[in-house]
């Protein structure tokens, strides 16, 4: 069974300070990583992908990917009250299209 | 442009009913995924498609479940008899082919079986 582990949270940060996020894979063949962000009620968000070994950066979000650890992050720089969601790491299997997705982790931005 | 659009947007129904989600991918997507999501179990696909047909369906739980994709444009599942623990929100999302490439959810269903 391939896993995707997410700590849960609740994650509480200031307004302002840098919230990160981590994900472990468990299927060393996985290509293609994404952030998805879910407000309460609502649809999944895509925000990042990644699928090279480094930093990627897009605005105020940061990804970082690890395969030889098998290991993704996501970064918020200059943290919002509207960043305040769950956030989903999703993975794809290998020879597949099939996303696994981690249980999330809830990030709340405090003003 | 369009999202992914997803009908109804709730459904309340009582044990026993047949119920029908659908679903209209972006177009120009050809791949269509099915999901399923509850606090317990988080986010668990259920089956997806590729050109209209069935590539995984191993995310199905029950003989209850089935899908279908008549054409590029639209696509069904359909739970019967349905049954209390199948309430969930259901997503549908769709993406270009290939294992590369971003799925894009439409706004869910949420369902209630009494």
């Known amino acids: 069974q391939k896993e995707v582990e997410q700590n849960s949270g609740p994650l509480s940060v200031p307004e302002g300070a840098i919230a990160s996020l981590n994900c472990t894979y468990s299927d060393r063949g996985s290509q293609s990583f994404f952030w998805y962000r879910q407000y309460s009620g609502k649809s999944p968000e895509l925000i990042m992908s990644?699928?090279?070994?480094g930093d990627k950066e897009d605005g105020r979000f940061t990804a970082q990917l690890n395969k030889a650890s098998q290991y993704v992050s996501l970064l918020i720089r200059d943290s919002q009250p509207s960043d305040s969601a769950t956030y989903l790491c999703a993975v794809n299997l290998s020879g597949s299209e099939k996303l696994v997705f981690g249980k999330g982790t809830k990030l709340t931005v405090n003003p | 442009d369009a999202g992914v659009i997803q009908s109804p947007r709730h459904e309340v129904t009582e044990m026993g009913q047949e119920v029908t989600l659908r679903c209209k991918p972006i177009s120009g997507h050809n791949s269509l995924f099915w999901y399923r999501q509850t606090m317990m179990r988080g986010l668990e696909l259920l089956i997806y498609?590729?050109?209209?047909?069935?590539?995984?369906d191993s995310g199905m739980p029950e003989d209850r479940f089935s899908a279908k994709m008549p054409n590029a444009s639209f696509s069904t599942l359909k739970i019967q008899p349905s049954e209390p623990r199948d309430s969930a929100v259901y997503f549908c999302?769709?993406?270009?082919?290939?294992?590369?490439?971003?799925?894009?959810f439409g706004d869910g269903t949420r369902l209630s079986i009494l």
């Open positions: 999302a769709s993406s270009f082919p290939g294992n590369y490439q971003p799925q894009h």
């Open positions: 990644i699928y090279s070994n």
């Open positions: 498609f590729n050109n209209n047909v069935p590539i995984d």
